[in-house]
């Protein structure tokens, strides 16, 4: 059985709630306001049978011109539209607006219904139809929609226009939507015995009895205890359904119209927007960061456009845009949004957002216009690609999926891109393959810039390098430079790539000085200080060639406090590997023998060889490990 919702919509007092009414027999007007007044003020619902063949749920909504943020609000989630004109009195002011939004929304099937027939002639009802279907003739919405006449006093063309809306519902495709689950949230109450309750359309994914949901833009937490779907319980709601869910862990004062139950951690809250927008009212203009009022699926927002082109946009003319918003708000890629004026309140416009959380990095107009453009002519895979390439530092998959259109594909895309060498992966990492010899030349003016400065380095280390050009840790920087063919690591230095290393000829002078003292003193080498305390040098000089010395391995550290120069561990080793070649044990007292030392060296050698795996401690003795 195919299932539709479908919004009212129309001018004040032209009977779309006594339409539902004679349709389904539900009065939709709940508020006992709505009842003493006689005119609707906020949403109603009404869940029906219509045929053996559709299910449908109707949201009716109020038509007066100061309530048209309600109207939006039920019109966000709707796939048909039920436009109400009263024969009597023809297109009105809220026939035209409610057009516009429809339009703007992008609801394209619907039923035109003229009601109250049974006021008017023969003649004046199909003067009034003709003016309806000349009005939508040339409109996006209701262009070739069926024009009933009925009356729901009598029930008149009540059969036929109930006919008529299977027709156009069977032909709606089915809805399919991006995966997280997402509900713009259109009325909050509680229920005595359950606690808080909050109906919508679901907009996107599913959500299933039990699951852990997120209110946003307030990041509260809730689990869902039940789930109601046309006024039936039910494991699952899916997209285009309309359905209540009982919130467990949230009160009902927590939540108001405009937030949004949605998957843990798929959107994102923020302040502003990026978006094209597009002037429908031909008589509105739109200065440059003048206030508005922007409808955001069920919220509404109070806004200012900053325009990227021009000084303002006027009636029929198209713009690319920042919103910047007075509150966070819950957006998502592509998504329509509906503009009002900030006052008087008009319907003047919409558009379609292209970014629903810019990061807010200072940009420039001109290059954040290129970007938009490019990013309304961009596929998904176009999409995640160019959000790459516009952070020359990397992006993280977890912002790079709220630039998605759909946040749970954003990491295949990535890796897919990855894996066509278009972009570098560094472990949820992505760094665009043309920002590589930028990044290498940044790291060789580094390496230049700090070997300048300590001469006896082969490179920088990598982790003071992080510390200067680095946003990310450290390990991606280490993975990145994989990446890079003119640079290398060793050990834990950035160094470049077969550079040859000449040491200026009197740092050379002194470094060859240490060193022939360690080799001179044998097994029984000196300290560094007093070896440092016959150079005439700077303290700094000195430091630098002691680092150069251990770094480059030519003095071993036994010890905090012994340095053996290379050539003599290595003699040391190749005769304790002989010396095992006919004996099982090595004491202290052979050791001290073979390399003619006291105890004072004897220890930490052999601790040293212990260390490095040539030696295994066993009591008193060494046997060969």
């Known amino acids: 059985m195919k299932y539709v919702v479908i919004g009212t919509a129309g001018h004040i007092d032209h009977g779309k709630t006594s339409l539902i009414k004679a349709i389904t027999g539900i009065d939709t007007d709940r508020l006992p306001e709505e009842k003493k007044r006689g005119i609707t003020i906020d949403l109603g619902f009404a869940h029906h049978q219509l045929t053996p063949r559709l299910n449908v749920s109707f949201v009716d909504v109020p038509g007066h011109e100061k309530l048209v943020k309600n109207m939006i609000a039920g019109a966000s989630g709707i796939d048909m539209v039920l436009m109400v004109v009263a024969a009597d009195e023809g297109i009105m002011p809220q026939?035209?607006?409610?057009?516009?939004?429809?339009?703007?929304?992008?609801?394209?099937?619907?039923?035109?219904a003229v009601t109250k027939k049974d006021l008017v002639d023969e003649d004046t009802l199909e003067i009034v139809k003709a003016e309806?279907?000349?009005?939508?003739?040339?409109?996006?919405?209701?262009?070739?929609?069926?024009?009933?006449?009925?009356?729901?006093?009598?029930?008149?063309?009540?059969?036929?226009?109930?006919?008529?809306?299977?027709?156009?519902?069977l032909t709606i495709p089915e809805k399919r939507g991006i995966t997280p689950f997402r509900l713009p949230i259109d009325r909050v109450f509680s229920v005595k015995g359950f606690g808080t309750v909050v109906t919508g359309t679901v907009a996107s994914g599913k959500v299933e009895t039990g699951e852990s949901v997120v209110i946003l833009p307030h990041e509260k937490r809730a689990k869902v205890r039940n789930i109601q779907v046309q006024g039936k319980d039910e494991r699952v709601s899916k997209i285009g359904e309309r359905c209540a869910l009982n919130l467990q862990g949230i009160e009902k004062e927590e939540i108001e119209r405009g937030d949004v139950v949605a998957s843990?951690?798929?959107?994102?809250?923020?302040?502003?927007?990026?978006?094209?927008?597009?002037?429908?009212?031909?008589?509105?203009?739109?200065?440059?960061?003048?206030?508005?009022r922007v409808h955001i699926a069920t919220k509404e927002a109070i806004g200012r456009v900053k325009l990227l082109e021009k000084?303002?946009?006027?009636?029929?003319?198209?713009?690319?845009?920042?919103?910047?918003?007075?509150?966070?708000?819950?957006?998502?890629?592509?998504?329509?949004?509906?503009?009002r004026s900030y006052s008087p309140v008009s319907t003047i416009g919409g558009g379609l957002v292209l970014d629903a959380c810019p990061d807010g990095r200072r940009v420039k107009r001109k290059t954040l216009l290129e970007r938009l453009k490019a990013l309304e002519?961009?596929?998904?895979?176009?999409?995640?690609?160019?959000?790459?390439?516009?952070?020359?530092?990397?992006?993280?998959?977890?912002?790079?999926?709220?630039?998605?259109?759909?946040?749970?594909?954003?990491?295949?895309?990535?890796?897919?891109?990855?894996?066509?060498?278009?972009?570098?992966?560094?472990?949820?990492?992505?760094?665009?393959?043309?920002?590589?010899?930028?990044?290498?030349?940044?790291?060789?003016?580094?390496?230049?810039?700090y070997t300048k400065e300590n001469p006896l380095r082969a490179g920088i280390p990598l982790k003071e390098l992080a510390q200067k050009i680095w946003k990310h840790d450290v390990n991606t920087l280490d993975k990145f430079i994989e990446f890079l063919p003119g640079i290398e690591k060793k050990?834990?230095?950035?160094?470049?790539?077969?550079?040859?290393?000449?040491?200026?000829?009197?740092?050379?002078?002194?470094?060859?000085?240490?060193?022939?003292?360690?080799?001179?003193?044998?097994?029984?080498?000196?300290?560094?200080?007093?070896?440092?305390?016959?150079?005439?040098?700077?303290?700094k000089i000195k430091q630098q060639i002691v680092r150069?010395?251990?770094?480059?391995?030519?003095?071993?550290?036994?010890?905090?406090?012994?340095?053996?120069?290379?050539?003599?561990?290595?003699?040391?080793?190749?005769?304790?590997?002989?010396?095992?070649?006919?004996?099982?044990?090595?004491?202290?007292?052979?050791?001290?023998?073979?390399?003619?030392?006291?105890?004072?060296?004897?220890?930490?050698?052999?601790?040293?060889?212990?260390?490095?795996?040539?030696?295994?401690?066993?009591?008193n003795v060494r046997r060969r490990r």
């Not at 160094?495 to 290393?501: G, H, M, S, T, V």
Request: proline residues 5%; glycine residues 4%.
């Open 95 to 112: 026939t035209i607006e409610h057009t516009y939004i429809c339009e703007i929304l992008g609801i394209k099937h619907g039923v035109v």
């Open 132 to 169: 309806v279907k000349d009005f939508f003739k040339e409109r996006a919405t209701l262009k070739d929609a069926p024009v009933i006449s009925v009356s729901a006093k009598t029930g008149e063309g009540i059969g036929e226009l109930i006919k008529a809306i299977e027709e156009v519902a």
């Open 264 to 292: 843990e951690g798929a959107f994102k809250p923020s302040t502003m927007i990026d978006a094209k927008i597009f002037i429908t009212d031909p008589r509105a203009v739109l200065k440059d960061l003048h206030p508005v």
């Open 311 to 339: 000084e303002e946009v006027k009636g029929q003319e198209t713009a690319f845009c920042r919103i910047h918003f007075e509150e966070k708000i819950v957006a998502t890629n592509a998504m329509p949004i509906v503009i």
């Open 377 to 449: 002519k961009a596929d998904e895979t176009e999409r995640i690609e160019l959000f790459i390439k516009w952070k020359p530092e990397g992006i993280r998959l977890d912002e790079l999926k709220y630039k998605a259109i759909d946040p749970y594909k954003a990491e295949e895309i990535a890796e897919r891109l990855s894996a066509e060498g278009r972009t570098v992966n560094l472990g949820k990492l992505y760094i665009h393959r043309e920002h590589l010899n930028h990044w290498e030349t940044l790291i060789k003016e580094e390496i230049k810039s």
């Open 491 to 539: 050990d834990n230095f950035v160094c470049l790539k077969e550079a040859r290393r000449e040491l200026p000829p009197q740092i050379a002078n002194l470094v060859s000085q240490v060193e022939n003292r360690f080799i001179k003193s044998g097994f029984t080498p000196p300290r560094m200080e007093d070896v440092l305390k016959d150079l005439n040098v700077s303290p």
């Open 548 to 619: 150069y010395l251990i770094e480059n391995r030519i003095l071993i550290r036994v010890s905090p406090d012994i340095l053996l120069h290379k050539k003599l561990a290595n003699i040391m080793v190749a005769r304790v590997k002989k010396f095992f070649e006919n004996n099982e044990e090595l004491t202290v007292p052979k050791f001290k023998d073979m390399f003619g030392i006291s105890r004072k060296y004897a220890i930490p050698y052999l601790e040293y060889l212990d260390r490095i795996g040539i030696t295994k401690r066993a009591g």
